[in-house]
């Protein structure tokens, strides 16, 4: 019991040290951050932009909220369309650039997916990443460190049992049983990824990110008449739990009076 204590002190000091950064700097500026787009086809297997717009637009928000574009990877599973170019999404290149931004960039961890997904896991180009893949990704590299990681994708509350550690936050747009909706062709974003872009500016931090995200799903779905709702899901870890609040987004200034 004692030894147990003692190792979760020791964990909640390590992210203290991580999640106390120098005053003048953004809270995430010594962040490693992926974010990658899974798929290229609509939910009948025709070809959409969804997942794309949603990783191009959301490696801008995480930048205006405080991450840095030199401890950024992007992922697409077709990289020519685009400029700049991102990387291809493909699992063990997105292992080796969690490697390469881990060993420079040391204060904590974000990674956000985009993609359809399956009762076993997340579509990763012409592959299933499954829960257990991903955990040894991020245990090789992360490791200890504040992570937060968030996956827009059918079932994804799969990934929970798998990724769930004291040190972490997991955000999932459904389920494990549910689908999440929004990956038609007329769509221009997945409704998870639409939210999320639509509270980033106005949050202040993750928890905050995650309630209102959650309440913006719930909202669009009914609108729509979308059934059964996909009730996004949230799992912080209780060693992170009281450090977050500590990790503000950053917010652009105001426009000055006239």
């Known amino acids: 019991m004692i030894s147990n204590l003692a190792r979760q002190l020791v964990l909640c000091l390590g992210l203290w040290v991580a999640a106390a950064p120098a005053s003048a700097a953004p809270a995430f500026a010594d962040w490693s951050a992926v974010v990658v787009a899974g798929d290229w086809h609509d939910h009948d297997g025709g070809p959409s932009e969804g997942f794309d717009n949603a990783r191009r637009d959301v490696a801008l928000a995480l930048q205006g909220a405080g991450f840095q574009a030199a401890n950024m990877r992007q992922f697409s599973v077709r990289p020519e369309r685009y400029t700049p170019t991102p990387d291809k999404s493909e699992p063990n290149a997105i292992h080796g650039a969690l490697r390469g931004l881990t060993a420079k960039a040391s204060g904590g961890c974000l990674l956000y997916f985009t993609s359809h997904g399956v009762r076993q896991g997340m579509i990763v180009d012409d592959r299933v990443l499954r829960p257990s893949a991903l955990a040894g990704m991020i245990d090789t590299t992360c490791g200890s460190r504040p992570t937060v990681v968030v996956i827009s994708a059918c079932f994804s509350g799969v990934f929970i049992n798998d990724l769930a550690k004291p040190n972490r936050m997991i955000l999932t747009a459904a389920r494990p049983d549910r689908s999440s909706f929004g990956c038609g062709q007329a769509d221009k974003y997945p409704y998870f990824d639409d939210c999320f872009l639509q509270v980033m500016p106005r949050a202040q931090e993750f928890v905050g990110l995650a309630r209102e995200i959650r ?42 009076r006239s």
């Open 215 to 256: 309440a913006c799903v719930a909202g669009r779905e009914a609108v729509e008449g979308m059934r059964p709702p996909s009730e996004p899901q949230v799992w912080i870890g209780p060693a992170l739990a009281p450090l977050l609040p500590l990790y503000g987004f950053q917010t652009p200034p105001a426009p000055p």
